[in-house]
């Protein structure tokens, strides 16, 4: 189990924002991203880059995007941001639009960006869990649900 308190600190967190298009959206992830030392300002660009190159693919699931790039220069370090937005965003995806959540990933190397995505991805799958991280108040909530 990673630990989410190093991978997912408080400032690496935004609720309840809101987002003007899934560009906004992407970029609000980057923010924090940023903020929190994992990334530099170029991989919010290459994020956004990647969408505009293959599409929306990364709407994984019914409203929620996992944002991410290829590890690189402009990742400092392996992390996560966790953007919930106010008002949920169209991406393009027919199946999982709108996104109302959207998952900043950076990875120093795959393996851990391996390692993050799949300790994400088995909450995320959790039907009980999505719901009550769709109502957490604070990143303190959000990280315990994550860990149960």
């Known amino acids: 189990m990673p630990d989410f308190k190093a991978f997912l600190p408080d400032s690496s967190f935004a609720l309840d924002v809101p987002a003007s298009d899934w560009r906004d959206a992407i970029r ?9 030392g ?19 693919y990364i709407v994984i699931a019914p ?4 944002a991410h790039s290829r590890p690189g220069d ?4 392996t992390g996560l941001s966790w953007v919930r937005l106010s008002t949920p965003v169209e ?5 999982n639009d709108p996104v109302s959540l959207v998952i900043g990933l950076a990875g120093r190397d795959e393996q851990e960006h391996l390692q993050v995505m799949s300790a994400i991805a088995g ?3 959790n039907k009980e869990k999505t719901a009550e991280l769709a109502q957490a108040q604070t990143p303190e909530q959000i990280r315990s649900i994550l860990e149960s």
């Open 63 to 66: 409203g929620l995007a996992l």
């Open 91 to 95: 991406f393009g995806n027919k199946a």
């Open 123 to 125: 909450a995320l799958t």
């Open 38 to 56: 994992f990334t530099t300002d170029a991989y919010t660009d290459q994020m956004i880059e990647t969408v505009e190159k293959m599409g929306p």
């Open 28 to 36: 609000k992830a980057g923010d924090r991203l940023v903020a929190s």
């Open 74 to 77: 402009a990742v400092l370090g």
